[in-house]
C-alpha cells in the first residue's frame, strides 16, 4: 500500500508570493493533518480536515488555510508568506484508530 | 495546555550500547506515538502506543498511562540509529502534540 504522499518536495519562493502545497493520504484514509516543523517552535499542528471538513485548527494566522476535496486529497494555501514561513510542512493521514502516518515532506524556504 | 516533555534532550552512546528515552505528558491520553526523524525529515512511526508495552525488533515501548509517561528502549544500538526520536501525544481528535524530541548519536 502506498504511503502518505507530498508535492512539490521543496519550494523556494520569495516575500509576500503565496504557496500551495499538496498531500495525498494513504487510500482508504479519510483524516489529513498538517504540522510546521521550524528549528525555533518544533513540530506544530495547522489544522485537520475529515470528509472534506475541517475538524481542528491549531494556533496560525488566517494566511495559513487549507482543504479536502472528495478523494481525501488536501491542499494548504499560505498567502503573504513571510521570512518565519519557512519550514518543513509534513501532512499525516490516519484511518480511525487515531494512528497518524506522515508524508515525506515539503521543505519550504522564503528569501 | 498540554505539556510534553522529552529526556534526555541529546544523547550520545558507543555503537551497542543500550538506551532509554523517556516522555512525560501532561494529561490522559488515548494516543502517544513514537516517531523517528530521518536525515531528509520524514517521520518514521515506531509504536502507536496509548498504553501497555510492544516490541520490535530491538525496540521496545511501555507507556503508563496513568503515571502519564512513556519509555522507547533502544537495545544493542547501531550507527543507523542516530537521529532525533520524538514522542506525540493526543486525546480525543487528531490533533497530535510533540515533544521536543532526543537527539541520539551512536558512535562507531
Known amino acids: 500500500k502506498a504511503g502518505v504522499t507530498q508535492t512539490p518536495r521543496y519550494l523556494i519562493k520569495t516575500r509576500g508570493q503565496q504557496v500551495t502545497l499538496s498531500c495525498s493520504p494513504i487510500s482508504g484514509h479519510r483524516s489529513v493533518s498538517w504540522y510546521q516543523q521550524t528549528p525555533g517552535q518544533g513540530l506544530q499542528f495547522l489544522f485537520e480536515y475529515f470528509s472534506e471538513t475541517q475538524r481542528n485548527k491549531g494556533n496560525f494566522p488566517g494566511r495559513f488555510s487549507g482543504r479536502q476535496f472528495s478523494n481525501s486529497r488536501s491542499e494548504m494555501n499560505v498567502s503573504t508568506l513571510e521570512l518565519g514561513d519557512s519550514a518543513l510542512y509534513l501532512c499525516?493521514?490516519?484511518?480511525?484508530?487515531?494512528?497518524?502516518?506522515f508524508g515525506p515532506g515539503t521543505r519550504l524556504t522564503v528569501l | 495546555g498540554i505539556q510534553v516533555e522529552q529526556s534526555p534532550p541529546d544523547l550520545i552512546l558507543q555503537e551497542g550500547a543500550n538506551s532509554t528515552l523517556r516522555c512525560n505528558f501532561s494529561d490522559s491520553v488515548n494516543n502517544l506515538q513514537w516517531f523517528h526523524q530521518n536525515p531528509w525529515g520524514q517521520l518514521i512511526n515506531l509504536f502507536y502506543?496509548?498504553?501497555g508495552t510492544k516490541q520490535n525488533g530491538r525496540l521496545s515501548a511501555t507507556t503508563v498511562a496513568t503515571e502519564r509517561y512513556s519509555l522507547l528502549y533502544i537495545s544493542s544500538s547501531q550507527t543507523t540509529d542516530s537521529g532525533v526520536y520524538f514522542c506525540a501525544w493526543g486525546f480525543g481528535n487528531e490533533k497530535l502534540t510533540f515533544g521536543t524530541g532526543t537527539r541520539l548519536t551512536i558512535i562507531p
Open positions: 499525516a493521514s490516519s484511518l480511525t484508530t487515531n494512528e497518524q502516518f
Open positions: 502506543i496509548p498504553s
